[in-house]
């Protein structure tokens, strides 16, 4: 069973809508990061969420961490060919002491022109 | 060049065979990582290293084995392989002053194929 639960696992849209992933876990987390991960690469990091209620936005990118830290959430809007990617969720649990990320399976974004 | 680099990208092996894969970095960090991705599993942490003296089991050891020769390199040894260790492997490495939120730095993968 993974700690982190991504959905939905695939998500097929059109070029212009949006889209959301959704990552949730029973475990409270000190910080949660979202990666990209593309054919043939490893993970990019795209952000880091540590406050419970923190938003933040990376251009049409919009990342939320719950207030309990339990959960966030990834929103694209007017998605692009180019967000065609693996996004993954990581997080570091409260008690970790150090940096020992647990990754949910990941959710496979396809945008189509 | 980049930052984290793995060798080979691409391997295909037999049952039982050892197996190593290597990973350097120029990034200066002192954590390096060994994971294995599978389909439907994400990523999963296999060995880590807080630096050279430094070696520590994750969650799926069992198979695997491990070497830090310097700050620079870590690899990763499978000592039988056998094809329920096909998978995509990655290094990583990060940076330990910010642990809540030190972000790791991926190599490009090496995808293994035992047979």
């Known amino acids: 069973t993974q700690l982190l639960e991504q959905s939905p696992q695939f998500l097929s849209i059109q070029e212009g809508e949006n889209l959301t992933v959704y990552c949730n876990s029973s475990?409270?987390?000190?910080?949660l990061q979202w990666y990209r991960q593309e054919p043939g690469e490893g993970p990019v990091l795209l952000v880091t969420?540590?406050?419970?209620?923190e938003v933040k936005k990376l251009k049409r990118l919009t990342f939320q961490f719950g207030d309990a830290r339990k959960d966030s959430s990834l929103h694209i809007t007017a998605a692009q060919t180019g967000d065609t990617g693996l996004y993954l969720c990581?997080?570091?649990?409260?008690?970790?002491?150090?940096?020992?990320?647990?990754f949910g399976a990941g959710t496979q974004v396809v945008v189509t022109p | 060049d980049a930052d984290v680099t793995q060798t080979p990208r691409n391997r295909i092996t037999k049952t039982g065979k050892r197996i190593m894969l290597e990973c350097s970095q120029t990034?200066?960090?002192?954590?390096m990582y060994w994971y294995r991705q599978d389909p439907g599993l994400g990523l999963r942490l296999i060995y880590y290293?807080?630096?050279?003296?430094?070696?520590n089991k994750g969650e799926i050891s069992d198979g695997y084995s491990v070497s830090r020769q310097a700050q620079a390199k870590f690899s990763l040894s499978l000592e039988s392989a056998i094809p329920n260790q096909t998978a995509l492997y990655f290094c990583?490495?990060?940076?330990?002053?910010?642990?809540?939120?030190?972000?790791?730095?991926f190599g490009p993968g090496t995808r293994l194929t035992v047979l």
């Open positions: 990581a997080g570091v649990r409260g008690t970790d002491s150090w940096g020992k990320l647990q």
């Open positions: 290293s807080f630096d050279v003296k430094d070696i």
């Open positions: 990583a490495t990060s940076d330990p002053t910010a642990p809540r939120t030190d972000t790791q730095y």
């Open positions: 990034k200066g960090h002192d954590r």
């Open positions: 969420v540590v406050t419970g209620g």
């Open positions: 475990s409270v987390f000190s910080s």
